[in-house]
């Protein structure tokens, strides 16, 4: 199971998360309350360390300042939540081959079933992350969605996606969601904070605790094929 802790915004969370077990931490670029620079993220990434997979989380950056924030800030990965150029991941993935880790973002509502299936055709990304949106936030919501609504979706559509749950995710909820949707990754921000930008420690410790027994529980009890 990777556990990513997104929506950090300083060097002692990020220390936090891989001290915690975490796979990857994440950073958002996009306009947020939990916002950052390329300095700012340049600064922490040097001082994390090395298996610790960066993630640099964008709207609608172009390109040239995509390249920019992957080199300049040291990250290892991408969450693309642009829509508006379908061209993006492949000139990513042409650019840095297989050195970055390109994830596309997918929100759960009407027509997800399509944006399913373009994801699985995209060969240029890595997995696709479902996560929830509300009029005015592209992540970071805090509020989750239908998982076995969601589950049946992905399953009707593109049931080989590597898949990556989000959106209103917490130590209490994160064993639900993967016992449910049986996912690839999980991913958190707001489920794990004491205010916008400042992660809690324990919950951050119990979400990736409650995220690994979860995912041993699944695996044990996925059918064994003969």
Known sequence: MWVKICANTNLDDALLAADAGADAVGFVFAESARRVTADQVA?????????LEKVGVFGDARFDELVHSIEYGG????????????????RLRS?????????????????????????????????????????TLLGG??????????????????????????????????GEAIATMRPWGVDVATGVEI???????????????????AAHRAKMESPVEV
Do not use: C, M
């Open 43 to 51: 600064a922490i990434t040097a001082r994390l360390p090395k298996k």
């Open 75 to 90: 990250l290892t990965g991408v969450q693309l939540h642009s829509a508006g150029d379908t061209e993006l991941a492949a």
């Open 95 to 135: 650019h840095f081959r297989n050195d970055l880790r390109i994830l596309q973002v997918i929100h759960y509502r009407q027509g997800l079933e399509a944006q399913l299936r373009a994801a699985q055709e995209n060969s240029a990304t890595d997995g696709v992350l479902i996560d929830s949106r509300t009029a």
């Open 141 to 174: 919501t805090g509020q989750s969605y239908d998982w076995k609504a969601a589950s049946r979706r992905v399953a009707e559509s593109a049931s080989g996606l590597r898949l990556i749950v989000a959106g209103g995710l917490n130590p209490e909820n994160v």
């Open 195 to 213: 205010s916008p930008g400042k992660k809690d420690p324990a919950k951050v410790r119990a979400f990736i605790e409650n995220a690994r027994i």
